[in-house]
C-alpha cells in the first residue's frame, strides 16, 4: 500500500489548509489513520487519529482547531486544519494501520508565516 500526502503549502497565521492522504488500496479495514507531524529539529508527533469506526484523537495543540476525518470510499484521509500558527509549520505525514502493516506517506511541507 502506498499512502500520497497532498494539500500542503504557504500560509498566513489565522489561515487554513486542508491535507489529503490518498491511500492506493481500501482503508476501510485500516485499524488507525493518524497524521503525524515534524518541525524542524523536533522528534515526530501525533497530530491526529481516526479509528476505523470513526473515533478521533487529537493533540491538546490542536483541539479545536484541526478535524481529522476518511473517506472510506475514496480510500483517502484528511486533515481540515484552520486557525494556523506559526508553530504549525512542520512536515505532516499520514499513517495507516492495517493488519500488521504500518504504512507512511512521503510528508507534505506546510509553512505558516506570522
Known amino acids: 500500500v502506498q499512502l500520497q500526502a497532498s494539500g500542503g503549502g504557504l500560509v498566513q497565521a489565522g489561515g487554513s489548509l486542508r491535507l489529503s492522504c490518498a491511500a492506493s488500496g481500501d482503508i476501510f479495514s485500516a485499524i488507525a489513520m493518524r497524521w503525524y507531524r515534524q518541525a524542524p529539529g523536533n522528534r515526530r508527533e501525533l497530530v491526529a487519529e481516526i479509528g476505523r469506526r470513526g473515533g478521533t484523537v487529537y493533540a491538546d495543540s490542536v483541539k479545536g482547531r484541526f478535524t481529522i476525518s476518511r473517506d472510506n470510499a475514496k480510500n483517502t484521509l484528511y486533515l481540515q486544519m484552520s486557525s494556523l500558527k506559526p508553530e504549525d509549520t512542520a512536515v505532516y505525514y499520514c499513517?495507516?494501520?492495517?493488519?500488521?502493516?504500518?504504512?507512511w506517506g512521503q510528508g507534505t511541507l506546510v509553512t505558516v508565516s506570522s
Open positions: 499513517n495507516m494501520l492495517r493488519g500488521v502493516g504500518n504504512y
